[in-house]
């Protein structure tokens, strides 16, 4: 529902800020909003847009911040913190794309997508990515580039996605460092919770591992999805150690009281 307008509360929560973070961006950015009998609305449809643009130019700290609030609002949905087991598989992954240009990027992308039988939508979802690269690029320095609708729209997926694809040549896709492309996720989230925490992780992963260069010389799907997998393992904080209940500690005591000694 991109036409759907939000309050500030309810923008907080989309975003998985807190309310004083929607008041300092209104104040420092261009957060786009309409005023309504004294009240400040955002439409849902503007609101993505800006805010996978933000996400991707964040810088790494910034970006770490984020990140982190926006993890809280997907543990009812991944409890392990971990997205790529659950959003990818190997299956979904190309790496002998031959697109040439940016308009055929998206055309394979798509296509990708759709062969996994989880698009409801394919041609809404092609207008809808090729929307979004008219506002501005998702490539990333480095070679990368972060696909997704401009309407973020529930019941357009069967299920949450992402798709990997590399082309065989490079592509100008207009990345800020001036450099072709090789790599294209699409990210298909039909889950208000995960669709911008999914940009933030795949935007942490590049910045925090060697993942593009793993990703760029894979032989194979296989490889390319254990890369992932390692990726996001190593940005993600150790589980935390179960403490032991009462009833184990009881035992653990008794048993220590009854061994012989040493």
């Given at each position: ?30 957060l786009p909003h ?95 990515v090729e929307e ?100 996001e393992r190593a ?28």
């Open positions: 529902m991109p036409h759907r307008t939000l309050t500030s509360e309810e923008l907080a929560d989309y975003l998985h800020l807190e309310p004083g973070d929607v008041e300092r961006l209104l104040r420092e950015t261009d309409t005023v309504r009998g004294g009240r400040k609305v955002f439409q849902r449809g503007e609101i993505d847009a800006w805010a996978s643009r933000r996400i991707l130019g964040l810088p790494a700290k910034r970006l770490d911040a984020y990140h982190e609030k926006s993890a809280h609002g997907t543990r009812e949905i991944f409890p392990d913190g971990a997205l790529i087991p659950g959003l990818m598989r190997r299956s979904f992954i190309d790496l002998a794309l031959h697109s040439r240009t940016r308009a055929s990027v998206v055309r394979d992308m798509v296509a990708l997508a759709e062969g996994t039988g989880r698009v409801l939508h394919p041609r809404e979802l092609l207008q809808s979004r690269e008219a506002l501005c690029s998702t490539a990333l320095p480095g070679g990368l580039a972060l696909l997704h609708a401009r309407h973020h729209t529930e019941y357009s997926f069967d299920g949450s996605f992402v798709v990997l694809g590399r082309t065989v040549q490079t592509v100008p896709f207009g990345a800020p460092d001036g450099g072709s492309t090789l790599l294209f996720f699409l990210v298909c989230c039909d889950d208000d919770r995960i669709h911008l925490h999914t940009l933030a992780r795949l935007c942490l992963l590049t910045m925090k591992t060697d993942l593009v260069a793993q990703l760029l010389r894979a032989p194979d799907a296989d490889t390319a999805y254990e890369a992932l997998v390692n990726a940005v993600l904080p150790p589980p935390a150690e179960e403490k032991p209940s009462r009833s184990k500690r009881r035992r653990a005591s008794d048993d220590d009281a009854s061994s012989p000694p040493t």
